[in-house]
């Protein structure tokens, strides 16, 4: 079992930046794929950033390629996103999860933190 908690949502405007965090536990937290997403109201859920188990692997979806940076820090069982030059389409609730082999699919990802709310002003 993995439980994840996101935090550093907030309220910012147009070209700033915000770090999301999200805390993971159980000590299988290493050998996850974890990923974020995100959901703005009346959208599905899109994909927005991966990252190998071991971080040295990380991939974007095409329109935050740039702007925002995944990490992960395994010791800390936490994983990050930069996002940098927020744009008000960047607005939506983000969310962490995890998955031992994961993908671009939210559907593949077992596990779900609760989401945290990024609101963008222009």
């Known amino acids: 079992q993995v439980q994840l908690v996101e935090s550093g949502g907030g309220l910012v405007q147009a070209g700033d930046s915000l770090r999301l965090s999200c805390a993971a536990s159980?000590?299988?937290?290493?050998?996850?794929?974890m990923g974020w997403f995100r959901q703005a109201p009346g959208k599905e859920r899109e994909f927005v950033a991966r990252i190998s188990w071991s971080g040295t692997i990380t991939n974007y979806a095409d329109s935050m390629k740039g702007r925002f940076t995944i990490s992960k820090d395994n010791a800390k069982n936490t994983v990050y996103l930069q996002m940098n030059s927020l744009k008000p389409e960047d607005t939506a609730v983000y969310y962490c999860?995890?998955?031992?082999?994961?993908?671009?699919?939210?559907?593949?990802?077992?596990?779900w933190g609760q989401g945290t709310q990024v609101t963008v002003s222009s």
């Open positions: 999860a995890a998955d031992p082999i994961g993908s671009r699919n939210p559907g593949n990802y077992d596990y």
């Open positions: 159980g000590r299988t937290f290493r050998n996850y794929v």
